[in-house]
Structures are given as C-alpha cells and as structure tokens.
C-alpha cells in the first residue's frame, strides 16, 4: 500500500517517540495475548497519508495481516517484497493483503484470504488477535491491519507474480526506538514526511512502517483498569 515518490532531496531523523507504558524485556506469544484482551486508551503514530482523492471518491477498504511468527529465538513479523513488474507499489515491502471483496467475512476474512493466495499460507497455522486501527493511504485505500500469531511449521508458496520475496524481522527490532526513521522527501509536490525502519536489505517504509509503528503503539498502550 505504499507509493513511490520522485525524490529530489531527503532528509534522516533517526529514533522515535516513546509511548507511555513499556513491554517486559521478553516478548513473546502469551503476553502478546493477553495485551490484545485488554482494554487500552492509544493515540496511532500516524493514522494515514494526505489523501489525493480530496472527497471526490470514497476510500476502498482494504485489510492487511501483521503476521507475528513464533520462533523459538523470538517473535518475528513476517514481511513481503513486492516484484518488479507491478503496476502499483512494485518492488516495495508490504504485509499480506489487499482490497476487501462482497463475499470476504469482515477484514479478518480479507487479511486471512489475501494471506493465503499471496503467500500459501494456511489459515490453520494463524491465530488472529485483533484489529489495530485503521490508516488512509495517500492512494485511496482504507486499510485495516490484522494483528496476528503463526505457528511452525508452515509451508510458504508465494504468488511468484505478485511476491518476489518473503522474510522475517525480529520484533524486537521493530519495538526498538532507535530503528526507527522519520524521513522528509522533496517531490515536485512539495515536502512530504514518511516513517522508515530499514533492516538489512530491505527497505520497510510508508505504510507498512507507520502501521507497524502503530503496532509498536498498541503494545505500549496502558491498559484502562477494570472495575471491580
């Protein structure tokens, strides 16, 4: 859901804001869990893009799955590179998903569905938690993600049309403040800021770092006390 900007001139600002609760120094898939049941008060890092439809269409709805894979060294989240060849967002890094159909059961059914034909992976393996805000992306689409657990093994057959690579990052990278950029790009449009987390050869920004920073929201969320 990311779009490529004709860049003229960039500018870094590295780090990221803190949030007001901190996760435990071990993450792992029963404390993200419980972290989904609770109730929490949170503001999203970012809720979306300047949107160029300007009112003259209405926002497609769209889902994607924020794919949390149990290893045995940690929880990653599981990543896609777009190929080449597309006409939108080729060659970007995204999650699993696309545009809700009539016949999808919500946006769960859409991220579980578009999960399955990108990338083969079987709904028996994924363990859905919840839905973590929503983001308006400067295309139009009003995307949904899906936060949920992965459990291997698992076999992965990626639409080699639409899926050029599929990787894994450690969460831990992800929640680390310090991967996290805040980048400004000069277009013939004007300036332009977007969220970045680079890691090794792959080049996570847009979108897909803003919700996954979102995410990193989420977690950090304090929980609202329950009433006796």
Do not use: K
């Not at 600002?13 to 989904?36: C, H, K, L, Q, Y």
């Not at 009112?55 to 989240?77: F, H, K, M, N, S």
């Not at 059961?105 to 579980?112: H, I, K, S």
Request: glycine fraction near 8%.
């Amino acid at each position: 859901m990311n779009r490529v900007l004709p860049a003229v001139a960039i500018q870094s600002e590295p780090g990221g804001r803190e949030t007001a609760a901190s996760p435990p120094g071990v993450i792992d898939a029963p404390w993200i869990r419980r972290r989904f049941r609770e109730e929490r008060h949170w503001l999203p890092v970012q809720a979306g893009d300047r949107v160029i439809t300007s009112g003259l269409r209405p926002l497609r709805q769209a889902a994607v799955l924020i794919p949390l894979v149990e290893r045995d060294e940690g929880l990653t989240v599981l990543l896609t590179r777009r190929t080449d060849h597309l006409n939108d967002h080729a060659g970007q890094i995204s999650f699993p998903g696309g545009r809700v159909e009539p016949a999808d059961e919500g946006v769960r059914g859409t991220a579980l569905r578009e999960t399955r034909e990108e990338i083969g992976l079987h709904p028996d393996r994924i363990e859905v938690l919840g839905e973590v805000g929503t983001y308006v992306t400067a295309t139009g689409y009003h995307v949904t993600p899906v936060a949920a657990l992965i459990q291997p093994p698992f076999e992965l057959t990626p639409d080699p049309f639409e899926v050029a690579a599929v990787f894994e990052v450690p969460l831990a990278f992800i929640l680390d403040a310090r991967n996290h950029q805040r980048n400004t790009v000069v277009t013939r449009e004007g300036r332009r800021q977007y969220h970045a987390i680079p890691y090794g050869p792959f080049y996570i920004w847009g979108a897909t770092a803003a919700m996954l920073l979102n995410f990193r929201a989420y977690l950090h969320a304090i929980s609202v006390p329950q009433l006796p």
